[in-house]
């Protein structure tokens, strides 16, 4: 068994459809500022993440203190599904 993961470029969150980019920093990625919301995208981008089905989520820890800011993405448990069904190795049972 491999340990590649096979991503899928399509299917999330992607610059390519504005109408759903503006509906994301309008409603899931409300509390995300500049870059943040480019490196949220990256991410949805990457792993073919749907930030609307929660396939991921956006953390911000700090976000009062500008120095201390961070954002952490994680991959929500339907993602780590979609990935492995992708690579054939999901066995639910």
Avoid: Q
Wanted: charged share 30%; with cysteine; hydrophobic share 40%.
């Amino acid at each position: 068994m491999s340990n590649v993961v096979a991503i899928r470029p399509n299917g999330g969150l992607t610059r390519k459809d504005p109408r759903r980019l503006d509906l994301f920093i309008k409603t899931v990625g409300k509390d995300l500022r500049g870059s943040e919301i480019d490196e949220a995208i990256e991410w949805c981008e990457l792993y073919g993440a749907n930030p609307f089905t929660k396939d991921i989520y956006f953390f911000v820890f700090d976000a009062d203190d500008a120095n201390k800011r961070r954002v952490v993405p994680v991959l929500g448990i339907g993602l780590y599904r979609k990935i492995a069904a992708r690579t054939g190795d999901y066995r639910p049972d």
